[in-house]
């Protein structure tokens, strides 16, 4: 008896195993952007916590690994391969373009649905390949978006343009420069720093030379603050704009008052859509904030999960089918997404930072 017994308890243990739904969601947990992997981790936590208690599906339960890809272009594809061996079908992620573009490769060769809620670098798209999405807009959109508020705000001004040589940072930065020149605009300065470089006096006193007016930098918030900070320590008052990677009360740690008046481009903000209360409020009722990627990884993975039901299967074909030819009610809004992956109504605005919050700027 007892080898039928663990016969059957091993039977037991393997059909247990498979009914199970493993979704992924992958970014910054660790490193400088860490912040907002907090925010995509928090968001698609409770969007499988709601997905379960509704019955999971296809009637089997969602389980959730979250994985850490540093924004490392290396580490974002060994993570995809483990994900891959692992039986994920789903990844909400990554946020660092330069991390998503690598690890699309894997998913796509793979048959693995990504959706990332934060990727903005049109290549990710572009090549259109199969099963990539994104739920945010693209640098050559919200590049347009602010280089065209610098010209509106500080006509006449002088603008320097600095990125952090990264896919999304460079690709940003160059995006609001080919618009300025568009505009018969030429940037009074050019420059290119290196991410984890802490030093910027040299950067700040070529701004000064140059006798800046505003700054629009294509990069993350680590750097920004920085920037900001040491430019108001050496009496250089230029406003600094920059992209949706600021989107992070971790900017205002590193900048403090000095960081008054950034500007930055971000999508609406979802807390502020009547859909998203209800799930505003249960962050709250747990002492946490949903900033930034919160509300838009939750969006995420509830788009897969509604593409499932829609199709009625995980199958790949059926879920790409699924995801192309609906619209879905989420709670930042109703989502489509074009033959790319692309969302097919994206949106920027233009925000301020103020009192260690960020608000529309007018």
């Given at each position: 008896m007892r080898p039928l017994l663990a016969l059957l308890f091993s039977l037991f243990l393997t059909t247990a195993a498979k009914a199970e739904i493993l979704l992924a969601?992958?970014?910054?947990?660790?490193?400088?952007?860490?912040?907002?992997?907090?925010?995509?981790?928090?968001?698609?936590?409770?969007?499988?916590?709601?997905?379960?208690?509704?019955?999971?599906?296809?009637?089997?339960?969602?389980?959730?690994?979250?994985?850490?890809?540093?924004?490392?272009?290396?580490?974002?594809?060994?993570?995809?391969?483990?994900?891959?061996?692992?039986?994920?079908?789903?990844?909400?992620?990554?946020?660092?373009?330069?991390?998503?573009?690598?690890?699309?490769?894997i998913y796509s060769e793979e048959g693995i649905v990504m959706i990332s809620p934060a990727s903005t670098a049109p290549e990710l798209t572009d090549r259109k390949l199969?099963?990539?999405?994104?739920?945010?807009?693209?640098?050559?959109?919200?590049?347009v978006i602010g280089a065209q508020y610098l010209l509106k705000t500080f006509a006449n001004k002088n603008i320097a343009i600095i990125h952090d040589?990264?896919?999304?940072?460079?690709?940003l930065a160059d995006v609001a420069k080919a618009e300025l020149n568009k505009n018969a605009v030429t940037p009074a300065l050019y420059?290119?720093?290196?991410?984890?470089?802490?030093?910027?006096?040299?950067?700040?006193?070529?701004?000064?030379?140059?006798k800046v007016d505003v700054i629009f930098y294509g990069g993350y918030y680590t750097e920004a603050g920085l920037i900001v900070r040491q430019a108001r320590d050496q009496g250089l008052k230029a406003p600094l704009m920059a992209g949706d990677s600021l989107i992070t009360k971790e900017f205002w740690t590193i900048t403090g008052a000095a960081g008054e008046g950034t500007l930055m481009t971000f999508s609406p903000d979802p807390r502020l859509e009547p859909t998203a209360q209800k799930i505003v409020e249960e962050f709250r009722k747990t002492g946490y904030e949903p900033e930034g990627y919160a509300l838009y990884n939750y969006a995420t993975v509830?788009?897969?999960?509604?593409?499932v039901k829609k199709a009625n299967s995980t199958k790949l074909p059926d879920v790409l089918k699924a995801l192309h030819s609906n619209s879905f009610a989420t709670i930042i809004g109703n989502i489509q997404f074009d033959p790319k992956g692309d969302v097919t109504a994206p949106a920027y605005r233009v925000y301020n930072w103020k009192d260690g919050a960020y608000i529309y700027a007018k």
């Open positions: 969601t992958v970014g910054p947990m660790t490193g400088q952007n860490a912040s907002i992997g907090e925010q995509m981790r928090r968001g698609a936590e409770l969007a499988v916590k709601h997905i379960n208690a509704n019955g999971g599906l296809l009637g089997e339960q969602v389980k959730l690994s979250v994985m850490d890809d540093v924004c490392d272009p290396k580490q974002a594809t060994t993570v995809a391969q483990k994900l891959v061996n692992d039986g994920a079908v789903f990844v909400a992620g990554h946020f660092c373009s330069g991390a998503s573009i690598p690890a699309s490769n199969s099963g990539i999405f994104r739920l945010c807009g693209r640098d050559d959109q919200q590049g040589k990264t896919a999304y940072g460079k690709g420059e290119a720093i290196t991410v984890g470089e802490r030093d910027f006096s040299a950067l700040v006193t070529k701004m000064k030379q140059a509830m788009v897969y999960a509604d593409a």
